[in-house]
């Protein structure tokens, strides 16, 4: 069976890089890898293991194409190592932290990827990203805004392609959802 690209996709907050980390071993032992993003932000920020680099490095990585997909948003840049296609043309699966803004090119680029939508009931996302406390009360604002108008656009579309995971509960049992998933369309493939 092909490789696959793992698309996953939801609001800030919704809790994509705690669910990275909590299956990170269990996709592992799947031969499913997880890419480390390259953002503009900086490496002292919490959360996300990315690599942190200067809006000035970003633009001469990309320029150099050493990106597979990149994209804006909220003031960031994001871009996905070009490595991924190696570990794709090697036969693992690859997860990547995806955008909702950029799903359409992805989807351009990785015809057969798989989407995952995490989704968050809106009053438990803005106490998590408050408890966070990476952004500014006027930066959450502005992420619960984008999140409401992309989620409703997404959802809108009735993608059958589409994994919708809700992770309003236990993180565990959105984990446990994600591999079973997973492990569900590996057997279909
Ligand atoms: N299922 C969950 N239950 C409770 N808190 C969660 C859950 N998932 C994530 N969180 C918390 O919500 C916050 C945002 O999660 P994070 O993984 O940073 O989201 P994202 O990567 O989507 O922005 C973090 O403080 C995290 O600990
Ligand atoms: O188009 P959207 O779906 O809104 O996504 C835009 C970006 O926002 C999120 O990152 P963010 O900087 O908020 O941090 P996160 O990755 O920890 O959520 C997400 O991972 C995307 O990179």
New binding site residues.
Partial sequence: MAARLIYL??????G??SLLDAARGRLAERGCRIVR?V?T?SAEAV??AALGVSAQQFADMEAQGAFALS?H??G?S?GIPREIDDWLAAGNDVLV??????LHYARERYPHMLVVLLTVDQAVLCERLLARGRESVAEIDA?LA??DR?NKRVLADNDSTLLVLDNSGALENTVQRLLASIDEQSACA
């Avoid at 996709?9 to 919704?14: L, V």
């Avoid at 932290?97 to 950029?102: A, D, E, F, I, M």
């Fill in positions: 996709i939801g609001p800030s907050g919704s994509k890089d993003r953002i932000r959360g996300e994209w948003a909220n960031l994001y932290n995806g955008s909702r803004g950029h992420r984008r999140n992309f």
